[in-house]
């Protein structure tokens, strides 16, 4: 079996695993999980952070993205440019009226009410999306490879962290040149410091 056929096997799994959680377990974990990245030394130092939205049964990042509107950060969303097969960034301040579902049904930032951000060197701390993660931080994505292109046009190096339930988590996962590790993965179980020595 070749590698995409691999992490299609692999993405199909989880992603139904993810979907047979009840709806008040996942809004329950989410919380525990992402009142941990909120503990985080990264986030607590970062200015500028990038999050997203979640869609279907992924964990529940609104809540930490509230948190991070009142802590005083600047919060920035990914909008999907399906043109360039780029991620366009853009500030938020109100999650309830600079957001509408966009591409994928996927809620993403207005450009009409939010500001676009240009200058990626900016960013401290990436709470990235996926659908499995290893412990010593790999990460299988959707596949679309939005967010390691956005990776790679970045001029510096801010703290990748991946937020995930624990059954997200997998011994082995089939990574590629392009694929990027995380250097934090949190579940409800952990709090991990990822060996990042193979990016």
Known sequence: MNIQARKLTLRQRIIAARENMAAAER?????????????????????????YLNFGAELDT???????????????????????????????QDLQLDVAPGSWG?????????????????????????VAFTRDGGRLGYGG????????????????????FGLQVVEDIPLEDTDRSVEWLV??????RCNRERE
């Open 145 to 164: 490879g939005f967010y390691d292109r956005l990776l790679a046009r970045m001029p510096h190096r801010p703290t990748l962290v991946a937020a995930a």
């Open 187 to 192: 579940t409800e179980n952990e709090i991990l």
């Open 62 to 92: 609104e809540h930490w993205m509230a948190q991070a509107l009142r802590d005083g950060k600047r919060v920035l969303l990914p909008r999907a440019n399906k043109a360039s097969k780029q991620l366009d960034l853009y500030q938020v």
């Open 106 to 130: 996927i809620r993403e930032p207005l450009i009409e009410r939010c500001i676009k951000e240009e200058a990626l060197g900016t960013i401290d701390l990436i709470l990235l999306p996926g």
């Open 27 to 51: 809004l329950r974990l989410s919380h525990t999980i992402l009142d941990a990245v909120s503990s985080l030394p990264a986030y607590r130092q970062a200015a500028t952070v990038l999050g």
